[in-house]
């Protein structure tokens, strides 16, 4: 059986209808790129905005640096990783990460939440498996493909990491634990494992290597059109 993860953050997105803008009017920009990365196909700039829906992948060469607007959430991507920006169709602005392949470092700012009898996640990234929601964090979410693994490990702050075909599945993975869903790991959530600090050291660097690769801008951020879904 396929399984599916998802990790929650509040974040409030404007879709435009441009895949590329050369102002900060939409989805995510693009803070450091390696020469191989690419939205939907194409090369895509530093400092490159991307307003609409579709596929971020990043080459053998490096990573990128990608900063989602609206809430300043900072997504580390490691090299050979990909990633969708999604429309969900739960309609919340929220859910707008899905990694699919690869890793990804993400560090979620201290933001100022509203107390209520259901108060939501300031950042939502998903995996096919899972939903990984967080208030202001830093946790590094990986998924396998081949074996259908979602895993997580958290340095800072709580995760909500839960399975979304059982959403009753669910764990709070605190700073220091890594948990896993899928694969090699079971069907339900993985008893949470407390790493050592050598091994938090090792995977606190995936995805924060990427150096600035300011010689690859172009003057003219490229344009596409909002891919079809």
Same mark, same amino acid.
């Given at each position: ?5 998802? #990790? ?16 900060? =009017? ?7 790129? =390696? ?27 490096? *990573?990128?640096?990608? @900063?989602?607007? +609206? ?5 580390? #991507? ?23 392949? *690869? ?5 979620? $700012?201290?933001?100022?939440?509203? @107390? ?39 340095? +800072? *702050? ?39 600090? =050598? ?17 690859? +801008?172009?003057?003219? $951020?490229? @344009? ?6």
């Amino acid at each position: 059986m396929r399984t599916t993860v998802s #990790i929650s953050l509040l974040v409030v997105t404007l879709f435009a209808s441009q895949a590329f803008a050369a102002n900060d =009017s939409g989805i995510v920009k693009m803070i450091s790129v =390696s020469p191989s990365t690419t939205f939907e196909g194409r090369h895509v700039a530093e400092d490159a905005v991307i307003g609409t829906l579709g596929t971020i992948k990043t080459g053998a060469d490096g *990573g990128a640096v990608v @900063k989602i607007l +609206k809430n300043g959430v900072i997504l580390n #991507i490691a090299y050979g990783a990909e990633l969708k920006i999604v429309r969900p169709s739960s309609g919340d602005p929220s859910d707008v990460i899905e990694l699919v392949d *690869g890793a990804v470092h993400v560090v979620v $700012p201290e933001l100022k939440v509203v @107390k209520s009898a259901a108060p939501k996640m300031p950042f939502t990234l998903r995996t096919k498996a899972v939903t990984m929601g967080v208030r202001g964090t830093d946790f590094l979410g990986i998924v396998n493909p081949v074996l259908d693994e979602s895993e997580i490990i958290v340095f +800072k *702050g709580k995760v909500e990491f839960k399975s979304a075909a059982d959403p009753s599945d669910l764990r709070l993975v605190n700073p220091g634990y890594w948990g896993g869903l899928g694969g090699r790991f079971g069907s339900k959530i993985h008893e949470l494992i407390k790493l050592p600090e =050598s091994a938090l050291a090792h995977y606190a660097k995936v995805g924060m290597d990427v150096p600035s690769y300011s010689e690859h +801008k172009t003057g003219e $951020p490229a @344009k596409t059109s909002e891919p079809s879904r």
